[in-house]
């Protein structure tokens, strides 16, 4: 299957920093790309989906000034924390969507990455 | 607003037994619901998905079931083993992206 990767797997950073998290898609080109938010022992949360090329499409509450993203070409998007504050510190995972030629678009998720802002 | 709603925060069950999961959902009619498997600190892993007109599919010693009519989707894993202790997440379609309930964390015991 397709392989998606995360860069970095964790990292912890001040507060007031900013952070960025790179998800690639490996062995395919991905149309789409999701970015996820997942508290502890809490669902994944869609924060945006990018598609290449175009401005992110941001799930109501998402804050787009404060995560931004970029997905420049097929194979790499970017999520950044701008400021981070320790309310920001989550595991953030990306997806990448690929037509199936059905019905409909197959998604395969990146290993995540592991926020800590102190 | 839709909902989805995953039975139980958490299952245990003995080894070899059959393990029944339960995701339900309101207020939406997907036109197919996913199933994926969460190791701790890791992204889902995708495991089956059914169509809004399969009411069942198998893969190996998984099961999944789909009522449009009770908005309800079981998943079942039969001869469960330890190796099988996982969050287990239902995802349904929703036109361009998914969205996924809070998942059931199972144990199996040996």
């Known amino acids: 299957g397709a392989v998606v990767s995360q860069h970095p797997s964790w990292v912890i950073c001040k507060s007031g920093t900013s952070v960025k998290i790179e998800c690639r898609s490996l062995?395919?080109?991905?149309?789409?790309m999701f970015w996820y938010r997942q508290f502890p022992k809490q669902s994944l949360m869609l924060m945006a989906t990018?598609?290449?090329?175009?401005?992110?499409?941001?799930e109501q509450g998402v804050e787009k000034d404060k995560f931004l993203i970029n997905h420049a070409s097929l194979t790499l998007s970017t999520l950044t924390v701008t400021s981070a504050h320790p309310e920001d510190s989550s595991f953030y995972i990306c997806?990448?969507?690929?037509?199936?030629?059905?019905?409909?678009?197959?998604?395969?998720f990146g290993p995540g990455t592991r926020l800590t802002v102190l | 607003s839709q909902k989805i709603e995953q039975n139980s925060e958490a299952l245990n069950i003995q080894e070899g037994k059959t393990a029944t999961l339960t995701c339900n959902y309101t207020n939406y009619s997907p036109a197919y619901l996913q199933w994926y498997r969460q190791d701790p600190g890791r992204g889902p892993v995708f495991l089956l998905l059914i169509r809004e007109n399969e009411k069942e599919k198998r893969k190996e010693r998984l099961k999944v079931t789909f009522d449009t009519t009770l908005k309800q989707s079981l998943f079942h894993i039969t001869a469960s083993q330890p190796a099988d202790s996982a969050t287990y997440l239902c995802a349904l379609d929703m036109s361009n992206d998914m969205r996924f309930g809070a998942g059931t964390r199972l144990t199996v015991k040996p």
């Open positions: 990018s598609n290449e090329g175009s401005k992110a499409t941001y």
């Open positions: 997806s990448a969507s690929v037509p199936s030629g059905g019905l409909y678009n197959e998604q395969f």
């Open positions: 062995d395919f080109q991905a149309t789409t």
